[in-house]
T-cell receptor, first 114, second 117 residues
Framework: AQSVAQPEDQVNVAEGNPLTVKCTYS??????LFWYVQYPNRGLQFLLK??????LVKGSYGFEAEFNKSQTSFHLKKPSALVSDSALYFC????????????FGTGTRLQVFP | GAVVSQHPSRVICKSGTSVKIECRSL??????MFWYRQFPKQSLMLMAT?????????EQGVEKDKFLINHASLTLSTLTVTSAHPEDSSFYIC?????????????FGDGTRLSIL
C-alpha cells in the first residue's frame, strides 16, 4: 500500500535557524511527491513537488526539499526560518493507481519562535 | 496561478438542515475535484472524488446519501450535507486539478467550517 509518514507532530525552531520537516514515503514505482502548507482556518497551499530530475527541489517562500530514493525520504527544508513560517505542513504522494488522488501524511506543526 | 474558490467559508445552522458547499475552479477546467474533511489537529480525510459528468467515487465509510456530490460543469462541484447533525460539524475542503496534466499539484479552496447546533 502507498503511504506517507511524518514522524514529528511538532517541530520547534528559533527564527533565523535552519528548519527541517521530515517525510518518508512508501510507494511502488516512481513517486510524485508534494509539500503543502496550511495556515489556520485556511485550505492548503502548494509549496513544491518532485516528479523527476534534480533531487533538490526549490519551491515557494524559500523552501526546498530533497528527494532521497535510497532513504525513501522527501524532507522539507529552509535555511533561515521566519516566524511567519509557523503553520501546519503536509507531505503527500500521488497515488499512481489513480493518477490524481493524493495520500497525505498526518501533518507537522512548525512553530518558529522569535 | 490556479485558483479554487470555496463558498461559504463558514456555516452555522440547526440540526436537520441541509447545507450546500460550492467549489469553483476560477481559471482552469477541473475535470476532477476532491472533497476532504479535516478534524481538529488532524490530517485531511478524503471523502470522495468528483468527476465532471459522472457519479462521484466515495471513499470507504463515507455515506453517499449523506454527502451528495454534484459535478455539473468543468468549473463547479458541490457538496451537500443532508440533514446535518452535530457530528457532521467539521472543516470541509475541496481541491481541483486539471487532469490534462497528471503531474500538476491539486489546488485547494480555503475550506468551509460547518457548525451544526
Amino acid at each position: 500500500a502507498q503511504s506517507v509518514a511524518q514522524p514529528e507532530d511538532q517541530v520547534n525552531v528559533a527564527e533565523g535557524n535552519p528548519l527541517t520537516v521530515k517525510c518518508t514515503y512508501s510507494v511502488s514505482g516512481n513517486p510524485y511527491l508534494f509539500w503543502y502548507v496550511q495556515y489556520p482556518n485556511r485550505g492548503l497551499q502548494f509549496l513544491l513537488k518532485y516528479i523527476t530530475g534534480d533531487n533538490l527541489v526549490k519551491g515557494s517562500y524559500g523552501f526546498e526539499a530533497e528527494f532521497n530514493k535510497s532513504q525513501t525520504s522527501f524532507h522539507l527544508k529552509k535555511p533561515s526560518a521566519l516566524v511567519s513560517d509557523s503553520a501546519l505542513y503536509f507531505c503527500a504522494v500521488r497515488d499512481r493507481r489513480n493518477t490524481d488522488k493524493l495520500i497525505f501524511g498526518t501533518g507537522t506543526r512548525l512553530q518558529v519562535f522569535p | 496561478g490556479a485558483v479554487v474558490s470555496q463558498h461559504p467559508s463558514r456555516v452555522i445552522c440547526k440540526s436537520g438542515t441541509s447545507v450546500k458547499i460550492e467549489c469553483r475552479s476560477l481559471d482552469f477546467q477541473a475535470t476532477t475535484m476532491f472533497w476532504y474533511r479535516q478534524f481538529p489537529k488532524q490530517s485531511l480525510m478524503l471523502m470522495a472524488t468528483s468527476n465532471e459528468g459522472s457519479k462521484a467515487t466515495y471513499e470507504q465509510g463515507v455515506e453517499k446519501d449523506k454527502f451528495l456530490i454534484n459535478h455539473a460543469s468543468l468549473t463547479l462541484s458541490t457538496l451537500t450535507v443532508t440533514s446535518a447533525h452535530p457530528e457532521d460539524s467539521s472543516f470541509y475542503i475541496c481541491s481541483a486539478c486539471d487532469s490534462q496534466y497528471s503531474n500538476q499539484p491539486q489546488h485547494f479552496g480555503d475550506g468551509t467550517r460547518l457548525s451544526i447546533l
